[in-house]
């Protein structure tokens, strides 16, 4: 059934990049509705995030003219009004209308600038889904770094910034990088800025937030000399798997850090104990694979029953981040079986 | 003006789809991309479903896609409804033509033309009203429709609620909710109709007038007691009073300590235009612009035609109002004012019951947000 996934089209993909650039100016060259669809869309999530600036979002706002003479003269005249607001950066978005009508928006992107205005092809069904706009966008934007001096430190590359927990995993990752004392040195995308954004090469490690960033993962270990893990640390066992991958890769002594890890598993472990042997099953229609692996570890651990009539407990995907991830869930699944 | 910096309002596709999927036993299909979709099912909460064209349908005909997804649902749906986004309608295809050769009479299917580049929200929304079957049936002369209701509208729940009552209260049977999810393309409806949002009228049926602010309300409950006279002027007699009672004890108490606000609203302008009605009756409110959202109608209070941020944001700075009534774009762009939700989108709150903006408990529950969010704000500065 051609009716698709909930996650929107390439545009909204490469928005969900572009709107964490700070001093970025994104232009979407299309009609106003489709810039309106994700400006309300990226407005709640930063509504949520408690985040008081909207999007900056700048539209053609592309009428039946456009669409009839072409739309090129109004992305110039519109491309020239956001630089006048001397932002660090431009991207520019193409739309589905755009990329119909045959506008050639590179080649006005590609016009010398002192302010670099960077073209990122999202014509809506013509670039793919959500996942390639995002992946498009991060690799336009990657070739703003250069290979610099490695720190002990790691890029986190790829998260995904309209999760509704955005933040907390974020703060679960640097919690456990911490506790190795490993800091992030950039955020590759998410509540970032163009210097952050530069300096992405002077990183040990990339950490992937999740293996559909592969590719791109790739592309840097290429360009900046950068080597990769797949995934931010999801489940029990591959929290502690994630630990000792950090230390191999960055050849530091983890041990300590780990056996603190797993002291906090089994408190939290403790303090779900009235969990214990219930009757379960995965709420979540279709859980991924790997989401549904990790439902089952937690199943394992606490004795419970997977079985079609037991208490609905949600397993969500992308699954929750870390121990502290886990306990967050561990609370949702104790509502769910009134434990 | 090539700058539209956060167009604030909808296009016309997402206003078809909101009016459409509005109707039982319809399937609604959007002809275009996954993005086209997105945001109508997210914002909407009701299925849709999406042909999701891709550069190999507009390379070789998008007919193959339209057909597989109208194939795959036509056996839950007595109706299907194409909505046709922009690109379909840019490559000119006639799509039209395609269904009746695939189709012919076995399945009805109808067409709505409402890119997004050529119209905003209430033009496609009104135009896929236009074209629903929706009889109207001599033998409903005893029942009222209810009609401006959109899946889109924080307030449709409470509206519907509201209005149902006072008709019920004026003697009247609530005919066909137009279009809030109970009524199939073919449903009978009443030869009579009240509204609830002036600038979604859907023309179906003789009016009764709005229920949107004192004033309107007041006519129309006039017109409704003369129609239905069995109910003994109940609501104009008792209810109205009694609430017009409340909300002036209520300002009166208000306006013995503070400052009547200087307002800004901005919304559906003929909306907002009954709202600041409001604010002027009963608190002596000075209104220094409204921002209309759809092309301004010729209204009591002067209006502008305002659709993207960046120009919400220059209008508020400029006007420094006390009180914002609008959207959480308008309370994202100026913070420090006093500020009441009465325009989609409201986001970063959680909104669980059905608040009314319509009817005597709409209009309560309106003056009751204004009061509270003005003497908050006094406390604050």
Redesign the interface.
């Known amino acids: 059934m051609p009716t698709p996934r909930d996650d929107g089209c390439t545009l909204t993909g490469a928005l969900s990049v572009t709107t964490e650039i700070r001093d970025c100016a994104t232009i979407i060259h299309g009609p106003a509705g489709c810039a309106h669809h994700n400006f309300s869309l990226l407005h709640a999530l930063h509504a949520a995030r408690d985040r008081v600036a909207p999007p900056a979002l700048i539209s053609t706002d592309m009428s039946e003219k456009e669409v009839i003479f072409g739309g090129e003269p109004l992305l110039e005249e519109t491309l020239l009004q956001a630089l006048s607001h001397h932002p660090e950066i431009v991207c520019v978005l193409s739309t589905c209308v755009a990329a119909t009508i045959g506008d050639d928006v590179e080649a006005i992107c590609h016009v010398p600038r002192t302010t670099p205005v960077l073209h990122i092809p999202t014509g809506g069904f013509l670039g793919g889904g959500f996942l390639s706009g995002h992946m498009e966008a991060l690799r336009a934007l990657s070739r703003l770094a250069a290979n610099g001096e490695k720190a002990l430190s790691v890029n986190l590359i790829g998260e995904k910034t309209l999760e509704y927990e955005v933040s907390e995993h974020f703060r679960e990752v640097s919690r456990i990088l911490q506790s190795m004392g490993v800091p992030v040195n950039a955020r590759f995308v998410c509540a970032t800025s163009v210097p952050e954004i530069r300096r992405l090469g002077n990183a040990s490690l990339n950490i992937l937030r999740d293996p559909s960033m592969v590719p791109l993962g790739r592309s840097l270990e290429d360009d900046l000399g950068i080597p990769f893990i797949e995934s931010f640390p999801l489940g029990i066992e591959g929290t502690l798997r994630f630990m000792e991958e950090v230390g191999e890769a960055l050849s530091i002594e983890t041990s300590h850090a780990i056996a603190n890890e797993e002291a906090l598993q089994h408190e939290m472990v403790r303090t779900f104990s009235s969990l214990k042997g219930k009757r379960v099953r995965f709420s979540t229609q279709y859980p991924a694979d790997g989401s549904s692996r990790l439902g089952y570890e937690l199943a394992d651990l606490f004795d419970l029953e997977v079985h079609e009539e037991g208490n609905p407990v949600p397993v969500p995907d992308p699954f929750p981040v870390g121990t502290n991830g886990i306990r967050r869930l561990l609370h949702r699944w104790k509502r769910g079986c009134h434990a | 003006?090539?700058?539209?910096?956060?167009?604030?309002?909808?296009?016309?596709?997402?206003g078809a789809a909101a009016c459409l999927s509005g109707f039982q036993e319809i399937g609604v299909v959007i002809h275009?991309?996954?993005?086209?979709?997105?945001?109508p099912?997210?914002?909407l909460h009701a299925p849709?479903?999406?042909?999701?064209?891709?550069?190999e349908?507009?390379i070789l005909g998008t007919d193959e896609?339209l057909f597989?997804?109208i194939d795959?649902i036509s056996k839950n749906y007595r109706d299907i409804f194409v909505i046709l986004?922009?690109?379909p309608s840019?490559?000119g295809e006639d799509v039209r033509a395609s269904l009746e050769a695939r189709y012919g009479d076995d399945l009805m299917v109808q067409v709505i033309d409402s890119?997004?580049?050529?119209g905003e929200y209430e033009k496609g929304y009104l135009s896929a009203l236009s074209a629903l079957t929706l009889p109207e049936s001599e033998a409903m002369q005893d029942h009222v429709n209810i009609d401006g209701l959109s899946l889109l509208d924080p307030f449709w729940r409470g509206n519907l609620q509201e209005i149902a009552r006072m008709l019920r209260l004026a003697g009247a049977c609530c005919g066909v909710p137009l279009c809030s999810g109970d009524a199939g393309n073919d449903t009978d409806i009443a030869p009579w109709t009240v509204h609830t949002n002036p600038d979604l009228i859907s023309g179906r049926g003789s009016s009764f007038g709005s229920m949107l602010g004192m004033e309107a309300m007041r006519e129309t409950v006039r017109a409704l007691e003369d129609r239905f006279p069995d109910s003994g002027g109940v609501l104009s007699g008792r209810h109205l009073p009694l609430a017009e009672e409340r909300i002036n004890a209520a300002c009166d108490k208000y306006l013995r300590r503070f400052e009547p606000p200087t307002v800004v609203l901005s919304g559906q302008d003929a909306s907002m235009q009954a709202v600041a009605g409001m604010l002027i009756e009963y608190l002596d409110a000075e209104i220094l612009d409204i921002a209309s959202r759809n092309v301004p109608v010729e209204g009591k209070y002067p209006s502008r035609w305002v659709?993207?941020?960046e120009g919400i944001r220059e209008m508020l700075e400029q006007q420094a109002p006390d009180l914002v009534l609008g959207s959480?774009?308008e309370q994202?762009?100026f913070?420090s004012a006093a500020f009441v939700g009465v325009t989609p989108?409201l986001?970063?709150q959680v909104r669980l019951h059905a608040r009314p903006l319509a009817g005597i408990e709409g209009a309560l529950a309106l003056m009751e947000s204004v009061l509270n969010a003005c003497i908050d704000h006094q406390k604050v500065s």
């Open positions: 003006m090539p700058e539209c910096a956060g167009p604030l309002w909808p296009c016309g596709l997402t275009g991309s996954e993005g086209c979709y997105f945001y099912v997210t914002t849709l479903f999406c042909t999701s064209l891709s550069d349908d507009i896609a597989r997804t795959d986004s922009c690109v840019i490559i890119p997004g580049f050529s659709r993207d941020y959480s774009f994202t762009a913070p989108p986001r970063g």
